[in-house]
């Protein structure tokens, strides 16, 4: 057993370290270390530095363009990208529905589609959710009926994120009524421009525009764009989930965030003295603490067995509801620690660009609404009562 | 990076556990813990005879040199098998005391006669009123011709009943409290004024409250440097914290795999209760528990024996601080699992359970070290305290 990296991971982490450093955009950077709003030119920006240098795609096999790290090395590029205040690589293109169109996409799809991904040509967002299609996916209703060498697709979808910049969506639609429901489910592939579509937001608590409503009516789809066969969309599906886990547990993003919070903590005074050295305070962060380097030794102790081939499996699971507990406990620290300076509602000010007078601490501006929002993170992604059922049967046999 | 076992210690931990199996099944420990002595002879004998009683021990002095990571796989196969041989005070806290802070003298009498089962030792640190405080020393030794003359009481010394020698810390010069100052001697319990009284403790183990009234000992019996015995005794300790760790862990390990096995079987409402997923969800977090406390457990394991004794505070701290909530936590939802049944004296689950608070409750509870672990990170990030502090600067 040795907790150590090795030389060559060290340098590894070196080499990436240097690259972030010396690439990542200094605007896009104080952004995501303060909590600012992104645009959507923000996040393209830096995945087309990512991209250019071939580092967009780490869990991509090489010949696709992916760069053949192993789970250590992907641990350690994600963990240099958080520290430096580098944006989240926006998911749906390159993590999601890349790998199932490379594990099942055709020739076309491949050649048209994965290129455009990783050179974010192409936003990508997810059509999974309905309104009456939550934790239950299966009882998806959006139809998708065969007309000549297209598809008509009717229906609903919900809690799709960034949709108001996606040029594509995936989605899994219906396609037969009769058999067992995950059977009548096909994964198919919707330019967003077609006429049909509609976009609404939906605002969350916070005030803030993240997801959508997204509804098609008599929309034509291309029968080109259905992926691998009629009817296996819930495979499909569930390869995705499975597939590409790495930084599930959001790991690095804590260990960064969980230096802010103890940065402002030191900060705000509380009877003449830091509230970091608060007892009541202070037991809080150190626990809190205590769970996340738990957390780092079990992410890599699934990373390491991911790297001697083992794959990973509902592990990912253990990781996705601890690692979530952690994000939220660290916004609701946060915001707690800013007490009464929490208050101000100024959504106007959380932009980078904000030159307008502020209230309290610049830091404390939109910490309750990261709190509101990071309610979110136990519900997505297959929620945290639905990966417990996960653990409960694949890994106990319940 | 790397989590597997090395090959040599996948054998330990097969040779171990097969022993295990074979000779120390729930009832044996039963008639173990009944008899007067409350541990087998024959055990460690075969222990000895494993090369478990050297492990930790360099070879120079006839043992095998292993890291704690060698102990881990001891210690977690005997957290399986609740095993209650003074393997903990011996092997890990004396044994450690003598190669850490023993003369070359000192060493070469003891150590082989560790090894090779002929030798038990007790660690006796702890007073009434001291609670988990490494600094609290309040026993005394003060010289008197060429002897060193020990005054005072240590409280639940751990198998100290059984113990052919003592580990005693005194003070030599300053005041309870005071890191400097402290001393460490060995005390034979034969020796005129010393006395005590041996009882049992809740998870089938023994430890004595000894008193020490004019005990005379020899001036070679000073282990270590004079008044700065404190950083022995801490990093003595923090071994046996990374150790008490697996031990844990392996207590879990059990626990989870009896449970489930338990919500398999046990039929309720025509069925196995494990259908209902209020049960499920309850034993997903028993699982993510044993997993979050087996990272620590490695976590303390690897680093208790670092050369930077910040990160080792933090490590061992955190490791035990975390265990302690997760042993809890995996102790009584195994016990509500399993219904009236984990009620019984009869069934293991129980003892599982009054092991894991045991655990919590020995070399520093889940709150003392989650003192120590902020008063480290603190340290390190240089934020003032609280006028009032209770954290005091260790060393």
């Known amino acids: 057993m040795d907790l150590n990296y090795t030389p060559e991971e060290q340098a590894f982490r070196a080499e990436v370290g240097a690259f972030i450093h010396s690439n990542l955009p200094p605007d896009i950077a104080r952004k995501v270390l303060e909590h600012r709003r992104l645009s959507k030119e923000d996040y393209v920006r830096w995945q087309k530095i990512l991209f250019e240098r071939g580092w967009i795609a780490p869990g991509w096999p090489p010949e696709y363009g992916g760069t053949g790290w192993n789970a250590v090395q992907k641990h350690l590029f994600d963990e240099a990208c958080a520290e430096a205040g580098a944006p989240p690589v926006i998911a749906f293109g390159v993590n999601m529905v890349g790998p199932v169109i490379i594990a099942f996409g055709s020739t076309w799809q491949k050649e048209h589609y994965l290129p455009r991904i990783l050179s974010s040509e192409d936003w990508w967002c997810q059509g999974y959710s309905e309104p009456g299609a939550g934790s239950d996916l299966a009882s998806l209703k959006t139809r998708a009926e065969r007309r000549g060498e297209h598809y008509i697709v009717n229906g609903q979808k919900t809690w799709n994120t960034l949709g108001q910049y996606a040029d594509m969506i995936f989605c899994l639609v219906r396609t037969s009524n009769t058999g067992k429901r995950q059977e009548g489910i096909s994964f198919l592939l919707i330019d967003m421009r077609s006429p049909g579509v509609t976009v609404r937001p939906i605002i969350t608590l916070e005030g803030e525009h993240e997801v959508n409503e997204v509804w098609f009516e008599n929309v034509e789809v291309p029968a080109d764009n259905l992926v691998g066969e009629v009817g296996r969309g819930w495979t499909y599906a569930k390869f995705l989930l499975s597939h590409e886990r790495s930084g599930i547990a959001g790991v690095s993003r804590c260990k960064r965030e969980l230096r802010f919070l103890k940065r402002i903590a030191a900060q705000e005074q509380k009877d003449g003295c830091p509230l970091l050295g608060d007892p009541r305070f202070r037991d809080k962060v150190s626990r809190l603490e205590i769970d996340l380097m738990a957390l780092e030794i079990t992410d890599l102790r699934v990373a390491s067995a991911e790297r001697e081939g083992r794959a990973p499996g509902p592990e990912a699971s253990i990781l996705k509801i601890k690692g979530t507990e952690i994000q939220q406990t660290l916004t609701e620290l946060m915001m707690e620690a800013v007490g009464p300076y929490a208050l101000p509602f100024l959504p106007e000010s959380w932009s980078g660009e904000w030159l307008g007078e502020r209230v309290g601490p610049e830091y404390a501006g939109p910490l309750a609404a990261r709190y509101f929002n990071h309610r979110k993170v136990t519900i997505y992604g297959g929620s945290n009562e639905i990966q417990r059922n996960i653990i409960a049967q694949h890994i106990l046999g319940l | ?395």
């Open chain 2, 1 to 395: 990076m790397d989590f597997n076992y090395t090959q040599e210690q996948q054998m330990l931990q097969d040779s171990v556990e097969k022993f295990l199996d074979k000779n120390y099944s729930f009832e044996t420990r039963r008639e173990i813990i009944a008899a007067r002595k409350g541990i087998s002879a024959p055990a460690w004998e075969a222990f000895a005879e494993l090369g478990l009683l050297g492990l930790p021990i360099p070879p120079e002095y006839g043992g095998f040199g292993g890291n704690a990571v060698d102990t881990m796989v001891v210690m977690e196969a005997f957290g399986r098998h609740l095993v209650v041989e003074p393997y903990l005070p011996t092997v890990v806290l004396g044994a450690s005391a003598i190669t850490l802070g023993g003369t070359e003298a000192q060493r070469r009498i003891l150590l082989p006669s560790v090894v090779d089962g002929s030798m038990k030792l007790a660690f006796a640190h702890w007073e009434p009123g001291s609670r988990y405080s490494l600094s609290e020393v309040g026993t005394t030794a003060r010289q008197e011709g060429g002897f060193w003359v020990i005054n005072g009481r240590k409280s639940v010394v751990l198998h100290g009943a059984i113990a052919d020698l003592l580990i005693v810390s005194a003070r030599t010069s300053g005041q309870p409290g005071d890191a400097h100052g402290i001393s460490l001697f060995f005390v034979n319990p034969t020796e005129p004024g010393v006395a005590g009284r041996d009882y049992p403790t809740y998870d089938g183990m023994r430890a004595v409250d000894a008193e020490f009234t004019d005990v005379h000992v020899n001036a070679e019996s000073l282990i270590g440097v004079l008044d700065q015995a404190y950083p022995l005794i801490e990093l003595v300790v923090d071994r046996g914290v990374a150790a008490l760790c697996a031990e844990a862990v392996g207590c879990m390990e059990a626990l989870n795999a009896a449970t489930l096995e338990y919500l398999k079987t046990r039929q309720q409402f025509g069925g196995p209760i494990g259908r209902f997923q209020a049960l499920q969800h309850r034993m997903v977090d028993m699982l993510i528990q044993y997993e979050q406390a087996k990272s620590m457990a490695c976590l303390a394991a690897v680093r208790v024996d670092s050369a930077d004794a910040g990160e080792r505070r933090r490590a061992v701290s955190a490791a035990k601080e975390l265990i302690g909530r997760a042993g809890r936590y995996v102790g009584q939802q195994a016990i509500q699992l399993h219904g009236g049944m984990g009620m019984t004296d009869e069934l293991n689950v129980g003892h599982y359970f009054k092991r894991l608070t045991a655990i919590d409750a020995t070399l520093g509870d889940g709150d003392h070290h989650l003192s120590r672990f902020a008063a480290a990170e603190m340290t390190a990030e240089s934020v003032p305290m609280q006028p009032k502090s209770r954290w005091k600067q260790l060393v």
